[in-house]
Antibody, heavy 118, light 107 residues
Framework: QVHLVQSGAEVKRPGASVKVSCQVSGGTLPEFSMHWVRQAPGKGLEWMGD????????VSAPKFQGRVHMAADPSTDTASMELRSLGSEDTAIYYC???????????WGQGTLVSVSS | DIQMTQSPSSLSASVGDRVTITCRAS??????LNWYQHHAGKAPKLLIY???TLQTGVPPRFSGSGSGTDFTLTISSLQPEDFATYYC?????????FGPGTKVDIK
């Protein structure tokens, strides 16, 4: 059975960067593209982007373009998402998730809390 | 970007009630509409994909319908574990936008 295991909580200062990792357990990363979704406190789910580990292509939502970097390391079956120039509005739980053929997100990581505070 | 709206934003219901949540897209998305259940502190759970296909393991009291711009999620008989927030999401055009959510709580 495949699981997505994310890295632990992070506390960052405004202006810093954060990198969240997502390891595929029970499967291999190149089989999947990896989507990233976040939820800020009291807010809804927000789709950030996706990275295709096989093709190496990244597509991100316009509001994150230029500030987010997604990657994958097939040798460790680990995907990552780095968000730069953090502000307080980036305080959120960040999730990795893999899609079905129609784009529905059927397998999710447990979430990583990123707190941005001075 | 495609904008997704949901109604109502919240509702109160009792165990055994029939609950209906609607989702509307700002432009046609064919049947590329997904529904998720989210309990606070847990990862979202896919319930329905492609507008009406029940995800494996999801109880049949959940059903989805619609195409084009208007969609519906129905819970035929609300159970205690169904009190949660429900989100629709379009996977037709990137960015794959979510609706704002519908919170279902206990009356």
């Amino acid at each position: 059975q495949v699981h997505l295991v994310q890295s632990g909580a992070e506390v960052k200062r405004p202006g810093a960067s954060v990198k969240v990792s997502c390891q595929v357990s029970g499967g291999t990363l190149p089989e999947f593209s990896m989507h990233w979704v976040r939820q800020a406190p009291g807010k809804g789910l927000e789709w950030m982007g996706d990275f295709d580990a096989y093709s190496g292509e990244t597509v991100s939502a316009p509001k994150f373009q230029g500030r987010v970097h997604m990657a994958a390391d097939p040798s460790t079956d680990t995907a990552s998402m780095e968000l730069r120039s953090l502000g307080s509005e980036d305080t959120a739980i960040y999730y990795c998730a893999t899609p079905t053929a129609s784009g529905a997100l059927d397998l999710w990581g447990q979430g990583t809390l990123v707190s941005v505070s001075s | 970007d495609i904008q997704m709206t949901q109604s109502p934003s919240s509702l109160s219901a009792s165990v055994g009630d029939r609950v209906t949540i609607t989702c509307r897209a700002s432009q046609t998305i064919s049947s590329y509409l997904n529904w998720y259940q989210h309990h606070a502190g847990k990862a979202p759970k896919l319930l329905i994909y492609a507008a009406s296909t029940l995800q494996t393991g999801v109880p049949p009291r959940f059903s989805g319908s619609g195409s084009g711009t208007d969609f519906t999620l129905t819970i035929s008989s609300l159970q205690p574990e169904d009190f949660a927030t429900y989100y629709c999401q379009q996977s037709y055009i990137i960015p794959f936008t979510f609706g704002p959510g519908t919170k279902v709580d206990i009356k």
